[in-house]
């Protein structure tokens, strides 16, 4: 039986967290500029490094009436029951996540702190504000590293069992098992997506792509963990947002949906790949790009291989990614060499700060 709703579903007032961030300012836009969109956005952000309002700028002058930002932690349970209170919205998206793993083998406590007290904050705050409302609705963004690591073969489904092997996917599985928990105690009304590896414009500067792209424009060595061999399956983050708004608009509450693109590369390739793009875009050729790649070592608990079965969201709610990933990074390594000045930004302040106490002047390796 398909979990589609009969006709879909009109969206009013959304709450939008880390809606400055990667995923969450590429949303809004996309939401906005929609024809059968006619609702409004309040995009609530702790512009924590990651956040950057300048990613949002065209927004703010296309879309002024209908877009409204709030600064405020997910931590602060007071601040997000007020937001619920005073502006009243009908719909969360809920993006405000600590993402890097990295960052989570470094500093797992903030990720505690945000991806599960905060979701929970935010459940409760929704609860309290919605009681038994059938026409509102929680969309949760959620990772397919809550499901852990895959052989050689295989791919995860929506029934895929939860395997979680660091600090982010653990915070992140807690966070998924709080909304479902919800949804059956209390009525709350929600869908929940995992996603794939995400890549575009607008990404901040310490994820894979655009670390590669950043090197390669200031000629530096090109990390690859251990021999490179990692597998991920990369989705352009414009077909991720699309895949949610069809989520929340055509799905039936209480459905989990997988959101992949089937492009799976692993690490090395992914590299090879960008490097052959970068050198004639460089003055370079691909071999010379390719000299910088510098092998080091392995992070802990590295999950092997990340692959989405995304045929039920397809087949059900007729949502299905538009970019490839060849083309997908060629627009994404040309956005990060037009736009230096949005980089720069980004990269300054408590990122460099961060950056400096855990690594040193160095930088990761």
Known sequence: MSAALDKP????????TGGAGFIGSHFIRRVLDRTEFTGSV???DALTYAGNPESLADVVEKHRSRYRFVKGDLVDRE??????QELKPDAVVHFAAESHVDRSIHGP???VKTNILGTFNLLESAREAWKDRSDVLFHHVSTDEVFGSLGAEGFFTESTPYDPRSPYSASKAAADHLVRAAWHTFHL???????SNNYGSHCFPEKMIPVMVENMLAGKPLPVYGEGKNVREWIHVEDHVDGIFTVMTRSKPGETWLLGSGEERCN??????????A????????ADMRALITFVKDRPGHDHRYAIDASRVKRELGWSPRWNLEKGLEATFDWYRANRTWVERVKSGAYRDWMK???GERGPS
Do not use: S
């Open 109 to 111: 406590e903030a990720f």
């Open 9 to 16: 579903r009109k969206l009013g007032t959304l709450l939008v």
């Open 189 to 195: 009304p929600y869908t929940l997506t995992n996603c």
């Open 42 to 44: 309040i995009n609530f």
């Open 357 to 359: 106490q855990n690594y």
């Open 279 to 286: 050198g004639p875009r460089l003055g370079k050729t691909a």
């Open 79 to 84: 601040a997000v029951r007020r937001v619920f």
């Open 268 to 277: 090395l390739d992914l590299v090879h790949a960008l490097c052959d793009l």
